[in-house]
C-alpha cells in the first residue's frame, strides 16, 4: 500500500522556466514532508523539508508547498536548470525521534537546454 | 568529507548463497537505516538501528538480518537470496531528533543468479 504517491514518473522543462513536481499522501497522521533529489549512480540527496505546521518552504530556486487538507505537496523549481535534471522523491515521516520515511516512486525531471 | 559509503557497490550471488552487504559512514550519526530499492519503486525501509537498538519493519522477511558492531558500521546480511532480492540496497544515517533528513550512501545494486 503506497502512503506517498508520486503520479507523473518523468516531466520535461524547457531551462529557464518553472519546474512543478507534484506528491501526494494518504496518511494524515504524516506531519513532515521532504524532497530528495537523485543523480545516477549516487544515494538521494536532501534537497528541502517542510513541517505540517506550514505550508510554505522556500529554499533560493526551490519552494516546497503543503496543502494538508488535500494531503498534496508540490516542489517548485524557478529557473529550472540543466543540472537539475534527476529524480526527484518526494518522503514523508511520522512523529518524533527517528524518522521512518516513506518514499514515492520519484518523478525524472529533464531540463533541457 | 563526511559521508555514508557502502561497499561493494555492486555485489552478485548464487541463488541461496549469503551475502553481506556493508555500510559505513564518518558523519558520527546514532541512527543507520537500510532500504531496498527495486526497479522503479520507491525506496523501502527494511529496518534501523537507534544507537544499538534495533528496530524492524513489520514486513521485512526473515531472511534480512542486520548488525551494527560500533556507531560507525552497519552491515545487511541476506541469509538466503532469492530471485526477488535482486534489488538496489541503500544506507542512510540520521542524527535521529525529529524532523532530521537522512543521508543516503550511492547504494550497493545486488544481482542474484
Known amino acids: 500500500d503506497q502512503q506517498v504517491k508520486q503520479n507523473s514518473p518523468s516531466l520535461s522543462v524547457q531551462e529557464g522556466r518553472i519546474s512543478i513536481l507534484n506528491c501526494d499522501y494518504t496518511n494524515s497522521m504524516f506531519d513532515y514532508f521532504l524532497w530528495y533529489k537523485k543523480y545516477p549512480a549516487e544515494g538521494p540527496t536532501f534537497l528541502i523539508s517542510i513541517s505540517s505546521i506550514k505550508d510554505k518552504n522556500e529554499d533560493g530556486r526551490f519552494t516546497v508547498f503543503l496543502n494538508k487538507s488535500a494531503k498534496h505537496l508540490s516542489l517548485h523549481i524557478v529557473p529550472s536548470q540543466p543540472g537539475d535534471s534527476a529524480v526527484y522523491f518526494c518522503a514523508a515521516s511520522v512523529g518524533t525521534g527517528a524518522n521512518n520515511l516513506f518514499f514515492g516512486t520519484g518523478t525524472r525531471l529533464t531540463v533541457i537546454p | 568529507d563526511a559521508m555514508v559509503i557502502q561497499n561493494p557497490r555492486y555485489q552478485v550471488t548464487q541463488f541461496g548463497k549469503p551475502v553481506t552487504l556493508s555500510c559505513s559512514q564518518t558523519?558520527?550519526?546514532?541512527?543507520m537505516y537500510w532500504y531496498q530499492q527495486k526497479s522503479s519503486q520507491a525506496p523501502k525501509l527494511l529496518f534501523h538501528?537507534?544507537?544499538?537498538?534495533?528496530?524492524n519493519e513489520a514486513d521485512t522477511p526473515d531472511n534480512f538480518q542486520s548488525r551494527r558492531p560500533n556507531t560507525s558500521f552497519c552491515f545487511l546480511d541476506i541469509r538466503s537470496p532469492g530471485l526477488g532480492d535482486a534489488a538496489m540496497y541503500l544506507c542512510?544515517?540520521?542524527?535521529?531528533?525529529?524532523?532530521?533528513?537522512?543521508?543516503f550512501g550511492p547504494g550497493t545494486r545486488l544481482t542474484v543468479l
Open positions: 538501528y537507534y544507537d544499538k537498538d534495533f528496530n
Open positions: 542512510a544515517t540520521s542524527r535521529g531528533t525529529f524532523g532530521n533528513e537522512q543521508f
Open positions: 558523519l558520527n550519526h546514532n541512527v
